[in-house]
């Protein structure tokens, strides 16, 4: 399985980005596909994840409310982020787990990332 995460750049504070991951193959349903994003000196960090066949979400708090997780097709997912603020600055990650799971160490496969950078 292969990942691909893509859509990241540069925007004001207030702006919105649309990041997307692209499965080499189709997700199974029962597959778990979360966002991660990781700060410079920072840990990774969970951001969001959806039970593939269901559609069940969860955010973390502090993006709750701004970003929305999605899919599209068998394969694709993406993270519409809105009202980006300057600590949303990161590299983002999409992964897939089997389970349910919040920290990155449950999750078997990683996208290369892709840079946000939110300037004030």
């Known amino acids: 399985v292969q990942l691909q995460a893509s859509g990241g750049g540069l925007v004001q504070a207030g702006g919105s980005l649309r990041l997307s991951c692209a499965a080499s193959g189709r997700i199974f349903s029962s597959a778990v596909m979360a966002w991660f994003r990781q700060a410079p000196g920072k840990e990774r960090e969970f951001v969001a994840l959806?039970?593939?066949?269901?559609?069940?979400t969860n955010y973390a708090d502090s993006v709750k409310g701004r970003f929305t997780i999605s899919k599209y097709g068998p394969d694709t997912m993406y993270l519409q982020m809105n009202s980006l603020k300057p600590e949303d600055t990161a590299v983002y990650f999409c992964?897939?787990?089997?389970?349910?799971?919040?920290?990155?160490?449950?999750?078997?496969?990683w996208g290369q990332g892709t840079l946000v950078t939110v300037s004030s």
């Open positions: 992964a897939r787990g089997a389970q349910w799971a919040f920290q990155a160490g449950d999750y078997n496969y």
């Open positions: 959806i039970r593939w066949g269901v559609g069940r």
